[in-house]
């Protein structure tokens, strides 16, 4: 496709996009509104929802019950976007590094970016030096907002030429500081709708990361499609969660939704499941976004006493999201026996930057990821045949994900974009099965099919008959090479405190298993693990656990094997 004149001064973003050859097609047809060929997603998500739902309504909340209105958001914004393009000298194109604890100046960093004309390339707090300069070197990156609580990492990465800016400390050159005299108004640099808004990196489940850039007219159709036509949000609503604004999933969840539903957002980082319940009572959240995980996490502690003493108070919650690893069916069933509400489960991609297949209310099936998000396609092509046209495999039958709609993959000049995308769909390395009514079930990730003496195993399904039984709380499962099978499958186990990782717990769980699934998909090998190897984003690295280095040890806080 053609794209429209550019804004950008500095044209590194476009001019590293992928031939347009390797691009997907993309749906711009979408069921709501229509963008205009200039068009700033900063100004849209915020002057506008001024413009239509006043000045005086709450925007963001922050942990310690601070609390601004979309005009005070809009001052603050206003005035970091005066201050990057002054004194600091960022021009519409030039890549600015974010990184901080999910806060409500990490969120006006973003939108003062994205107003600026500027390409937001927002990390996680928890990301290292070693990550941090990769992720500088692949996107040019030469000025950098952080919190002053972060900034050690970034530090000793020793990025070249890097300009760091902190904020929230008590420096002469602090922004905050800086940004205190600008003026409270800014006009949005007029950008393109296909200029690159943000660069996104994969949160690193399988290595090195990689680059995912996404217009600014990108921004506003996650909005336009999953949020408005599945989560359908209200503006008295107010949104929460676990996933960082560095992570696609909690920036669109946290950040663009609310603001375009002209609702709020507690913007705080995640402290446990218990602080979470806590801040569902405290700021009587509504819709809430978080991983299949923390919706485990929360159930067990919802029996408990809350801080206070009492029980603890969810009866504001009307929505819950989840994403970010597949939800297992004992999870959703278990939170509806305890809460009332529906889990609206979702797949997304970082390179198609939020949820594209979904379902809400009575149209959701336990088990069943759900139907394409309005806006999307999404078909199960031949595992076999995925070069040679993307055959579509007969429902029932599984196969590989593949997707397209008004989002899509376009790397940062990585050769990886060939396997991603083929024949204008996006592959995202999914294992589903379509079922004849159109539903689409999730069974792993295509690398993690396990294929033993001829059987077909799908780890996932392993993984949830374990998680039901009592003495379980986490597990992850695997193959391993093996002479005669082929591959055997392996089952890496948490256990619940004063469970004995013994031959004794290894014999119960095989017994367990067999009754529950066919004798082939039980695992032929148990690792027990004190905690199971994720990144800062939550997501499982079944690689780490593939490599076999999780035989002894146990991985600490960080991902890492201490």
Request: a negative charge; aromatic letters at 8%.
């Amino acid at each position: 496709m053609e794209l429209r004149p550019s804004a950008h001064t500095d044209t590194f973003a476009r001019d590293h996009l992928p031939p347009a050859e390797q691009w997907p097609a993309f749906h711009l047809d979408l069921p709501g509104p229509s963008y205009p060929d200039r068009l700033n997603c900063g100004a849209e998500l915020l002057d506008r929802s001024v413009e239509r739902f006043g000045a005086d309504r709450v925007a963001v909340r922050a942990a310690t019950g601070e609390v601004w209105t979309y005009g005070e958001l809009r001052a603050h914004v206003d005035r970091v976007a005066h201050t990057l393009t002054g004194p600091l000298g960022v021009v519409p194109g030039n890549r600015v590094l974010l990184r901080g604890a999910t806060s409500p100046w990490l969120a006006a960093c973003w939108l003062a970016v994205m107003k600026a004309g500027a390409v937001a390339v927002t990390v996680l707090a928890a990301h290292r030096a070693r990550e941090l300069a990769t992720i500088c070197e692949l996107a040019r990156i030469r000025h950098a907002l952080c919190d002053v609580r972060c900034a050690d990492d970034l530090v000793k990465a020793g990025v070249p030429g890097l300009r760091t800016t902190y904020y929230g400390g008590d420096g002469p050159e602090d922004l905050l500081r800086l940004a205190a005299t600008a003026p409270a108004s800014y006009e949005a640099v007029e950008t393109s709708a296909d200029d690159v808004a943000l660069i996104a990196f994969t949160s690193g489940t399988t290595g090195r990361p990689k680059g995912c850039m996404h217009f600014h007219r990108d921004v506003l159709a996650i909005a336009d499609t999953f949020s408005a036509q599945v989560l359908r949000p209200r503006p008295e609503d107010v949104f929460a969660g676990s996933p960082p604004l560095g992570f696609t999933f909690g920036l669109g969840g946290l950040v663009v939704f609310p603001l375009r539903a002209g609702a709020s957002a507690l913007l705080s980082d995640w402290g446990g499941p218990e602080r979470l319940l806590a801040d569902i009572a405290r700021h009587r959240i509504s819709v809430l976004f978080t991983a299949p995980t923390a919706y485990r996490a929360m159930l067990g502690r919802l029996d408990g006493a809350a801080p206070d003493g009492g029980a603890y108070d969810i009866s504001s919650l009307r929505r819950c999201v989840s994403a970010g690893e597949h939800l297992p069916t004992g999870t959703w069933h278990a939170w509806h026996r305890a809460t009332g509400l529906r889990i609206i489960n979702g797949i997304g991609s970082t390179e198609l930057l939020h949820i594209f297949i979904s379902a809400a209310d009575d149209a959701i099936r336990p088990g069943a990821t759900g139907v394409p998000v309005p806006g999307f396609e999404a078909r199960v092509v031949d595992f076999t045949d995925a070069a040679s046209g993307l055959r579509p495999v007969p429902d029932g039958r599984p196969g590989l994900l593949a997707v397209r709609g008004p989002t899509g993959c376009r790397y940062l000049a990585d050769e990886r974009q060939r396997e991603y995308v083929q024949d204008g769909w996006n592959l995202t390395g999914d294992a589903f099965i379509r079922d004849p009514d159109g539903y689409f079930r999730y069974m792993a990730r295509a690398d993690d099919m396990i294929i033993s003496a001829g059987y077909n195993i799908a780890g996932p399904e392993v993984e949830e008959a374990l998680l039901r039984h009592p003495h379980v709380v986490e597990a992850a499962v695997t193959g391993r090479p093996d002479e005669r099978r082929g591959t055997v499958v392996v089952a890496h186990v948490v256990l619940r405190p004063g469970v004995a990782h013994t031959e004794e717990t290894m014999a119960a769980l095989r017994e367990f298993i067999t009754a529950e699934l066919a004798p082939y998909k039980c695992p032929r090998e148990f690792v027990f693990l004190d905690a199971l190897p994720r990144t800062a984003t939550g997501k499982l690295q079944r690689y780490l656990l593939r490599d076999g280095t999780t035989r002894h040890g146990k991985w600490g806080t960080n991902g890492a094997l201490e």
